[in-house]
C-alpha cells in the first residue's frame, strides 16, 4: 500500500508541475480564510481522490480541498487525510517548498504518511514505525539525530511573533532554519534538524503525513501541554499549538 501511495504522490507533483512550469493556467484564487487556492490545488486533489477511491474505496477522504462536513465524518475510526498542495504560499513563490501530504489516520494516529516535494525530487514516506527518504534513485531509512548545538527549522511563511521568539530565547544555544510546508517535519525526522516549535494555527491535513514520518523516525509529535496530536474527528481541523522533537 505505501509505494502504492508513494506513487499516487508522484502522479498529483506531476499535475502540480503543469501549472507550476506554465503548462496549465494558475487560476489563483483566496478562500473564506484568505489562503489562497491554485488550480495546482485542485488539480492534485483530483487526482488524489481518484486514486484512493480506486486503491481504497471503502476508506473516506479528508482534503483541505473538499473536506466533508462534520456531520458525516464524526464517527470515522479510519481515514485518509490529505493536503493535496502543502505550502501554497510558496508555489506562488516558486521557492520549492511546497508538498503532497497523504496521512492515514487509525483511531485518531497517523500510521501511514507520504510527503513528496516535486521540485526537489524528494519523497518521505512511512509506515509500521519505519521511515524512508528517497531521492536520486535512492531509498533509505531514516531516523533522528541528536546535534549541539539544535538546529531548529521554523516555518519561512508564517512566523510565530512573539511566542517563537521568547521559546527561541529560553532555549539557549541553538542554529535556526527556515523553509515551508510539512518539510519542517521531515528535517527532524532525518536527523538535519532536531526541533520545530510551532505557535501558530495549522490544520490537520497540514500535519498529518508529516507527523507519521516524524513519529515514524522516532520523534516525537506533542501539544505545549504534552499531548500526542490526535486525529480523531473532531468539528474543528485546527490544531492545537505543538512541537516536534527528537526529546
Not at 512511512?126 to 548545538?149: H, L, N, S, V
Amino acid at each position: 500500500m505505501l509505494e502504492q501511495i508513494c506513487q499516487l504522490a508522484r502522479e498529483a507533483g506531476e499535475a502540480i508541475m503543469t501549472v507550476y512550469h506554465g503548462e496549465a493556467p494558475l487560476d489563483v484564487s483566496h478562500k473564506s480564510d484568505d489562503s489562497p487556492v491554485t488550480a495546482a490545488d485542485l488539480a492534485a486533489h483530483r487526482v488524489i481522490m481518484q486514486g484512493l477511491q480506486r486503491l481504497s474505496p471503502e476508506t473516506p477522504l479528508l482534503s483541505e480541498e473538499d473536506p466533508p462536513g462534520w456531520e458525516v465524518r464524526q464517527r470515522w475510526q479510519r481515514y485518509w487525510l490529505v493536503d493535496p498542495l502543502d505550502g501554497t504560499k510558496e508555489f506562488l513563490k516558486r521557492n520549492g517548498e511546497f508538498t503532497v501530504n497523504i496521512a492515514l489516520i487509525e483511531q485518531g494516529k497517523p500510521v501511514l504518511g507520504v510527503v513528496y516535494a516535486p521540485v526537489l525530487g524528494v519523497m518521505y514516506s512511512a509506515a509500521q514505525g519505519k521511515a524512508w527518504k528517497e531521492e536520486a534513485g535512492q531509498k533509505t531509512q531514516i531516523k533522528i539525530r541528536d546535534a549541539r548545538p539544535p538546529l531548529v527549522v521554523v516555518s519561512r511563511s508564517h512566523r510565530d511573533g512573539d511566542e517563537l521568539e521568547e521559546y527561541l530565547k529560553q532555549l539557549g544555544e541553538h542554529q535556526t532554519i527556515a523553509i515551508g510546508s510539512s518539510l519542517k517535519f521531515c528535517l527532524v525526522a532525518e536527523g538535519k534538524a532536531q526541533l520545530y516549535p510551532r505557535f501558530g494555527p495549522t490544520n490537520i491535513w497540514d500535519t498529518g503525513a508529516g507527523h507519521a514520518v516524524a513519529l515514524a523516525a522516532g520523534a516525537h509529535v506533542h501539544d505545549w501541554n504534552g499531548r500526542t496530536l490526535d486525529y480523531t474527528p473532531r468539528e474543528s481541523f485546527l490544531n492545537p499549538g505543538f512541537r516536534v522533537s527528537i526529546f
